[in-house]
């Protein structure tokens, strides 16, 4: 079973920080460019950061510039989204994904992705 687990979420305080991962199983994920997105109440999945499979990375969200950070250890099977300086806005669902065959870069649109894992709550205290 081709399967994406999102795992680290949590809640922390304004300026605080939390490492997500995305555990792949069944298959490969150094193949596949990785994304990260989020999800607040109420708002649009959006797309926050993603890697390629050469590790570079692409930043589609700009309130996160700088404070996020993207990495992917292949020999894990792992993608990790580093989150420092946190703020209230940041709160909300995180989704990786799997971009689909035939894509070879990165996207920030959710349709360019066809694995998604479950979603992993981030909230971020006043």
């Known amino acids: 079973q081709l399967q994406l687990v999102e795992s680290g979420g949590g809640l922390v305080q304004t300026g605080g920080s939390l490492r997500l991962s995305c555990a792949a199983s069944?298959?490969?994920?150094?193949?596949?460019?990785i994304g990260w997105f989020r999800q607040a109440p109420g708002k649009e999945r959006e797309g926050v950061l993603c890697i390629n499979r050469n590790g570079g990375s692409t930043t589609y969200a700009d309130s996160i510039e700088g404070r996020f950070t993207i990495s992917r250890n292949n020999a894990k099977n792992t993608v990790y989204l580093q989150m420092n300086g946190l703020k209230p806005e940041d709160t909300g669902v995180y989704y990786c994904a799997s971009v689909r065959a035939g894509y070879v870069g990165c996207s920030g649109q959710t349709y360019a992705y066809d694995k998604w894992g479950q979603g992993t709550q981030v909230t971020v205290s006043s």
């Open positions: 069944g298959f490969t994920l150094d193949n596949y460019a």
